[in-house]
């Protein structure tokens, strides 16, 4: 039982299910992105399941929303580790991809859908600190202060890196137009 | 020239990303899972704490049936203490009293009980060290005296703690009659009374015994007696009659010690290279000084109590002015100038 501003009288297992409802999309989207593949459904109960384990160590200067996070972040990494001899096979699912379809033509929506995929595995080759940030900065749309929480990183380390992802990114981008 | 606005379109890009959703089943899927975790997780969490109570409310109980048994002890020990000394033979005891301590009210009970408890003890020690006489006969012994190591160096006489050691020079006093009025348990229980020697007045020593301090027995048990079992005399608080007897027997261990000085054989048998009588007449105020030494490699042997110190060349010297200093098969005991033996010394054969 913990008695917070979060979980006020709540037990351990009411307090992951609140959780696991408010949450649980943000984490599978992340851990998606995070490691190239849509299969990841065991990643996420894993997550959830380490949430519940180390309930206790929480604190309540973080957010649940970025402690979660950056426990499914170190899941990913292990999961890298796992898998570090397999060939990636990108499934990011892009179906649900919200872009003003109707006024494109066939063409137009897969040479989208393309260059979205060409960019997400540019992202995927750079170095770990970079990929964080512009996933969490860039494609999850998360604050400065929440990246810095879940990176474990300061709010001015993350601005710096996120910029230098970026100039790195148009380099590899022009790289591969040309 | 590029500044953060120049990615803008990059930033753009990777907004557009969808924000991936979990399949419903699946979700549930999970959601069931994780809930199931939860569930294993509290019961041993439950299982935890119940250990964790279960635990407390044992080492509670056990806290307190000590309370109460040492509670009740104290209890009995009282009673004993007021009620049981009204059967004591007199006649025997009184006249102990009288010499020693007019105002200590015998207890024969718990001094049977005592020579009970030590009955074990003695005959044990005696074994140990290949004593022939029988306990029967050794509680008749005479005591030549008693006495008495506390913490620090102090005594106890008259139940006042006096520095010094304390001899009980009654020639009438046997260690059965000693032990039964009771004077030991007014001066050792309760009182910082550490240590215990009984020397018979035909310089067989009995040992001693060790009284526990601050409530705590030894590995040996609350009263048990230690040997080595060695030849000693206690010389403080002696009258003329039994300084004469104990500069006879002195006198007779000196010769006894120049004899196994001259006897390079037997101090080669016992790893002794030398042994120095420095000042051997030097009796006066039974104060003299003996050193002696032994081979290096042996030097371990030598526990460092009292005045002992060690050499620079690795030799061990007694630095204290002894009382007693005599040499038996494969033990030494030294007796410091105030504070009865202060370490049975063993050397190997």
């Known amino acids: ?178 | 020239m590029t500044n953060h606005d120049d990615y803008t379109d990059l930033e753009q890009e990777m907004e557009s990303y969808p924000n991936l959703k979990l399949d419903e089943d699946k979700m549930q899927h999970i959601h069931q899972s994780i809930m199931e975790a939860a569930d294993q997780l509290e019961h041993k969490r439950k299982r935890k704490n119940m250990v964790k109570r279960v635990n407390v409310v044992l080492s509670s109980a056990a806290v307190l049936v000590l309370i109460v048994g040492l509670a009740l002890s104290y209890k009995s020990v009282n009673e004993q203490k007021q009620g049981g000394g009204m059967d004591t033979d007199k006649n025997e005891l009184d006249q102990d009293l009288d010499e020693q301590n007019p105002t200590i009210q015998p207890d024969k009970n718990v001094a049977k009980s005592f020579l009970k408890q030590q009955n074990y003890s003695i005959e044990s020690f005696i074994g140990e060290d290949s004593f022939t006489l029988n306990h029967d006969l050794l509680m008749k012994q005479p005591v030549l005296s008693i006495e008495l190591q506390t913490m620090g160096a102090y005594y106890l006489d008259n139940n006042e703690l006096v520095y010094g050691s304390q001899s009980l020079m009654n020639k009438n006093l046997t260690i059965e009659n000693y032990l039964i009025s009771g004077h030991w348990r007014e001066k050792f229980v309760n009182r910082a009374v550490t240590k215990v020697s009984v020397v018979l007045l035909n310089h067989e020593v009995l040992g001693g015994f060790t009284i526990p301090s601050d409530g705590e027995s030894d590995s040996e048990g609350i009263w048990s007696f230690h040997g080595p079992a060695t030849d000693s005399i206690v010389f403080a608080d002696m009258d003329m009659d039994q300084i004469t007897i104990a500069e006879k027997l002195f006198s007779q261990k000196l010769e006894k010690l120049k004899s196994i000085k001259r006897n390079d054989a037997q101090i080669s048998k016992y790893k002794i290279q030398s042994i120095k009588i420095l000042n051997d007449q030097a009796f006066h105020g039974f104060d003299f000084r003996v050193e002696f030494e032994v081979l290096p490699a042996y030097k371990d042997e030598f526990v460092l109590a009292g005045g002992m110190e060690p050499l620079n060349n690795g030799w061990v010297r007694n630095g204290l002015s002894g009382k007693v200093f005599e040499v038996k098969r494969g033990t030494y005991v030294l007796m410091s100038v105030g504070g009865g033996p202060v370490k049975d010394i063993k050397i190997a054969d």
């Open chain 1, 1 to 178: 039982m913990r008695n917070n501003s979060w979980g006020f009288g709540m037990s351990y297992k009411e307090i992951i299910s609140k959780w696991f409802y408010e949450y649980k999309n943000d984490v599978y989207s992340f851990l998606v992105y995070y490691t190239g593949s849509s299969d990841v459904e065991d990643l996420v109960q894993e997550v959830f399941i380490k949430a519940l384990k180390g309930l206790d160590t929480y604190k309540e200067e973080s957010q649940p929303k970025t402690w979660i996070l950056a426990i499914a972040r170190n899941v990913a990494i292990d999961e890298g580790r796992k898998k570090k001899s397999r060939a990636l096979n990108y499934s990011i699912p892009l179906h649900n991809w919200k872009e003003h379809a109707h006024d494109l033509t066939p063409q137009a929506i897969f040479d989208q859908k393309e260059t979205k995929m060409n960019l997400y595995k540019i992202i995927l080759t750079l170095k770990r600190n970079d990929r964080d940030v512009l996933i969490l900065r860039g494609i999850k749309q998360m604050s400065v202060s929440e990246t810095a929480n879940i990176l474990n990183l300061t709010e001015g380390k993350v601005r710096t890196t996120y910029y230098r992802a970026l100039q790195k990114l148009r380099k590899l981008q022009g790289g591969l137009q040309k």
